[in-house]
């Protein structure tokens, strides 16, 4: 892939206006006309990329990237795309930027589809989804350790190419494997390597983005000012990602993953206790998550919580176990628990496949299940006390259909600058929750009562997180913490959910929307909107 270059469009020279918003499907029919006028590669005609509600593949491809149910079933009802443009060429995702303006009508962009409110692919105003998804092309260069990734490829797909090519390198993302890279990496995607290497973002090195006048630029032409936007800030609200330049990160030819299981009789509220006051000094080489799960007790009815604390560690089971027995002996971490591996299988391990699947599997680009599910996230700067965990153990027992997940910190992420990236949660920061309900039911009844009980849970451990502003992640959207409409931008707003998700560098996100798409042509219910001017003041 080229690394740098800049491309302007004959027919975009003079596009410097924006066009208000379209009521009536006439401008559909023109949209449809304009693309055929613009774009470059002949050999892949955009007519074959372009889905409208007539085509019989429609609903396929509309479904094939949306996973989660709760938001399909109602965009199913009222919020589809009036088109779907499955790009096939990046000239393609220009025509798209140049004929959506001109005509009036809002793209939502897409790479894996794993938004988990769905704002990829759902929206109350006339739109079109730009699917990135066929946009998946990995170029490798082993000499210099890096390699340029497109959006539209997964994770499981770019874990893959680096195993082909070397057994000691590797690349820090998402343990899910069908998450795009497009969207996983600007929003701040993370691994079991994060305390070792960092985000994702923390080892992109250069990228490509269409911008609102449908120039394709690299680090050098779009800026530092724009690099440092899209690497954590969500580049959704800058352009379009095309593709990142990424750098490999060396790891062991083997490394080691283990589980250890404990029950609240077993004593996991002390264990969890105890795990809350180390996890985040442990050795950088050293990630353990505990991920709590309600479950049937002993006695008959009897409800209780498992706590599972999963392991990855950068080296081999003696080292792991000296340094276990150092810091975290309360775990009780015996040789048998510890299963070796390389690192190509370790992200089988944490995908949750069955030791011994083939790493084929990571080719799988979609899920193989879709559930009904509600995210929210916290982020914890002191040690919650046993109460607290106490609280949330009775909640989670009366929910029952829940999934929590806490993330150590410390490590590579205490050493970066909060200013670094856009993506500001850094030191000071000892762990990252992600709390998400799911069930089966298809009904607005059942949505409203898991909603319910996560929004009860959510309340209940406001005392033991981070305040002022409760601070979000990202990836793990959640339009509960503030929104805007469809087709507004109220600065008031946004200010508070780009607080939270960016905590001071919202403003120097708004500064950057300011300079590179004034009039806010890529926007959704949580973009950035540019910072007021003086006149609009």
């Not at 690349?171 to 960092?198: E, N, Q, S």
């Not at 490590?411 to 990252?432: C, D, V």
């Not at 319910?452 to 033991?464: D, E, F, H, N, T």
């Not at 950057?512 to 003086?534: G, H, L, R, T």
Request: positive net charge; contains cysteine.
């Amino acid at each position: 892939m080229r690394a740098s270059r800049s491309i302007l469009l004959p027919f975009l020279s003079t596009l410097l206006f924006s066009i208000p918003l379209v009521t009536s499907y006439s401008a559909l029919d023109d949209f449809l006309q304009c693309l055929p006028k613009h774009y470059s590669d002949p050999s892949k005609p955009i007519a074959d990329a372009i889905y409208t509600p007539t085509n019989p593949s429609f609903q396929s491809v509309y479904e094939l990237h949306a996973y989660n149910l709760r938001v399909l079933t109602q965009a199913n009802a009222t919020l589809k795309p009036m088109a779907i443009i499955a790009a096939l060429h990046e000239s393609h995702a220009q025509a798209t930027i140049f004929c959506a303006k001109h005509f009036g009508l809002q793209i939502r962009l897409r790479s894996g589809g794993h938004d988990y409110e769905g704002l990829s692919f759902a929206s109350s105003v006339p739109f079109v989804i730009l699917d990135l998804s066929n946009l998946r092309s990995i170029q490798i260069d082993m000499a210099r350790e890096t390699a340029w990734v497109q959006a539209g490829a997964t994770t499981g797909e770019l874990y893959y190419r680096i195993a082909e090519r070397s057994n000691v390198h590797a690349f820090p993302a998402g343990v899910c494997t069908t998450l795009g890279v497009g969207g996983h990496l600007t929003g701040g995607g993370y691994g079991p390597m994060i305390r070792k290497f960092g985000l994702s973002i923390d080892n992109v090195i250069d990228a490509q983005l269409i911008d609102v006048n449908g120039r394709i630029l690299d680090r050098k032409s779009m800026g530092e000012d724009v690099f440092w936007a899209i690497r954590g800030g969500g580049g959704t609200s800058f352009g379009v990602i095309l593709s990142w330049k990424i750098k490999l990160v060396r790891v062991p030819a083997k490394v080691t993953v283990f589980e250890v299981k404990k029950t609240l009789e077993q004593g996991a509220t002390d264990l969890v206790y105890k795990w809350l006051q180390v996890a985040y000094k442990l050795d950088e080489d050293l990630f353990i998550r505990i991920t709590p799960v309600a479950i049937t007790g002993n006695g008959k009815g009897n409800k209780t919580v498992q706590v599972s604390f999963i392991g990855h560690f950068l080296g081999q089971t003696d080292r792991l176990l000296q340094l276990v027995q150092a810091s975290f002996p309360e775990l009780g971490l015996q040789r048998n628990d510890c299963i070796e591996m390389s690192w190509i299988e370790s992200t089988l391990y944490w995908a949750g496949f069955p030791n011994g699947t083939s790493v084929d599997i990571l080719l799988n680009r979609v899920p193989q299940s879709k559930v009904f599910f509600k995210t929210k996230s916290d982020y914890v700067k002191n040690v919650i006390p046993k109460a607290g965990l106490e609280t949330l153990w009775k909640m989670m027992m009366r929910i029952e259909s829940i999934w929590i997940q806490m993330n150590p910190y410390g490590g590579r992420m205490a050493e970066i600058p909060e200013s670094e990236t856009a993506f500001a949660h850094r030191g000071g920061n000892l762990y990252k929750v992600q709390y998400t309900v799911h069930w089966s039911e298809e009904s607005s009844e059942a949505t409203k009562k898991y909603v319910g009980w996560l929004r009860k849970l959510y309340s209940a451990m406001a005392p033991y997180v981070s305040s002022r502003p409760r601070e979000a992640f990202l990836n793990y959207r959640d339009l509960d913490i503030g929104s805007n409409g469809s087709n507004s931008s109220d600065f008031a707003v946004a200010k508070v959910y780009g607080a939270k998700y960016f905590k001071t560098n919202f403003l120097r996100l708004a500064r950057v929307k300011a300079k590179v798409d004034p009039e806010n042509f890529f926007k959704n219910e949580q973009s950035i909107p540019p910072f007021p001017s003086s006149k609009s003041k």
